[in-house]
């Protein structure tokens, strides 16, 4: 039976037989190395010579700050229709009295709850939980 390491190697040799690059020598480096101090010189020249890229960041800095606008003006629409929403809204209810050890209980059981909620957060972030959740995915 093959093995996936095997499986690999074939393929790996097929494919260094089907493409043939040709070998390059330091004038292929030469050129590539002039081709990039050429733009590198030419660069700074094209940016000074059009304004079109400095419209361009004015443009997406007035985008970026009626963005911010935006998501302002909704979070306080938001807010405010909330706020006259719930404003009105008493709850009767009666609380059950507890007694004192079932008070302690309940509250041990839900610290704990919630320590346990926070280490199973935790570990989920961690290598082991990325692991365990890219095998269940």
């Known amino acids: 039976m093959n093995t996936k390491h095997e499986i ?9 037989r089907q ?14 190395w002039a081709r990039i101090e050429a733009a590198q010189g030419a660069q ?9 890229s400095a419209s361009t960041v004015r443009a997406s800095r007035w ?8 998501y302002l003006v909704s979070a306080l629409l938001v ?3 909330a706020a006259r929403m719930l404003g009105g809204v008493d709850i009767e209810m009666p609380v059950p009295s507890l007694s004192p050890e079932q008070s302690a209980m ?23 939980g990325r692991r365990l959740r890219s095998e269940f995915s």
């Open 106 to 128: 309940t509250q041990q059981i839900i610290s704990w709850g919630f320590t346990i909620g926070a280490l199973a957060f935790g570990l989920m972030l961690s290598p082991l």
């Open 79 to 81: 807010v405010y229709f």
């Open 8 to 16: 690999e190697a074939r393929l790996d040799r097929s494919l260094a």
């Open 63 to 70: 985008l970026f700050v009626s963005n911010v606008a935006g």
């Open 44 to 52: 700074p020249v094209a940016a000074a010579g059009t304004s079109a």
């Open 19 to 32: 493409v043939r690059a040709p070998r390059l020598d330091r004038r292929f480096d030469g050129s590539v």
